[in-house]
């Protein structure tokens, strides 16, 4: 799937062996798949480009989607025995939280109840409304706590998209970037495609994922082209993503 008149990469062609990191396939838990079965076409989908190993990332948002460790145990455990009846033992499914930096983040840290990534990461994020008023604290007590913080889709916050260096603030405290493969095209609009190349090429994003809700990102994903330059400092992104968490 390569158009040699465009000089155009598609993404999903060089994602074989990719782990995804952050998506939203577990079934009934928050505004991803809704059932089952909406899962196990998620992930067949994925399969179709060659991804096979995920880390399921439910929102924990306070008065929203209120998870648990024990809720989100749950869900995957319907979700594996899914896989096993649709002939799909091979796909890996692992389990962690995208956690919203609200007033019951904190509290979260420290009754345990978070969701941590591969055992030392912590996958954040904000309102798309406005920055979470505790965010520099909250940042200190996930480190306080022996995490790494991840702030999820920072090219997705539109109120800092005037003031980047607000984003660089963030990154020196010592949190890691990921971002959208969606955000690589026009979906979520222009300028957060236009913020996501920017990031890129200042080397500011560590990881890719696909942040995938529904049957619609997935048709979506197949659609993203790069050009040749950008894939070029995709691949970094890519590989780092895949050793961090396999």
């Known amino acids: 799937m390569f158009n040699f008149f465009s000089k155009k990469h ?31 076409e998620l992930i067949k989908g994925f399969s179709e ?7 399921c ?38 389990i962690a939280a995208e956690h919203m930096v609200d007033s019951g983040f904190e509290k979260l ?19 798309y409304l406005q920055a979470s008023i505790n965010f520099d604290e909250a940042l200190n007590k996930v480190k306080d706590f022996g995490y790494s913080p ?11 998209h ?27 609009g222009k300028d957060v495609n236009k913020i996501a190349s920017i990031l890129i090429k200042e080397n500011l994003i560590d990881f890719l994922a696909s942040d995938t809700h529904s049957i619609n990102h997935i048709n979506q994903l197949k659609t993203i082209t790069v050009n040749t330059s950008l894939l ?10 895949i050793y961090s968490f396999k």
């Open 162 to 188: 005037n003031k980047l260096s607000s984003l660089n603030k963030i990154k020196n405290k010592g949190v890691f970037f990921q971002l959208n493969m969606l955000s690589l095209s026009n979906y979520y």
């Open 232 to 241: 070029d400092l995709l691949f970094p992104i890519i590989t780092k993503t």
């Open 109 to 127: 840290l420290y009754e345990k109840n978070i969701m941590p990534l591969a055992k030392s990461y912590l996958l954040i994020e904000m309102s």
């Open 10 to 40: 598609f993404l999903i062609d060089h994602l074989e062996g990719f782990i995804d990191v952050h998506n939203h396939l577990l079934p009934g838990i928050d505004d991803g798949a809704k059932t089952v079965e909406d899962s196990i």
């Open 57 to 94: 990332t439910p929102h924990i948002m306070e008065n929203y989607y209120p998870n648990t460790p024990l809720s989100i145990s749950s869900s995957l455990s319907l979700l594996k025995n899914a896989l096993i009846m649709n002939n799909l033992e091979h796909v890996n499914v692992d």
């Open 49 to 55: 480009f060659g991804v096979t190993d995920f880390i």
């Open 150 to 160: 991840i702030l999820a889709h920072p090219e997705r916050y539109v109120y800092f």
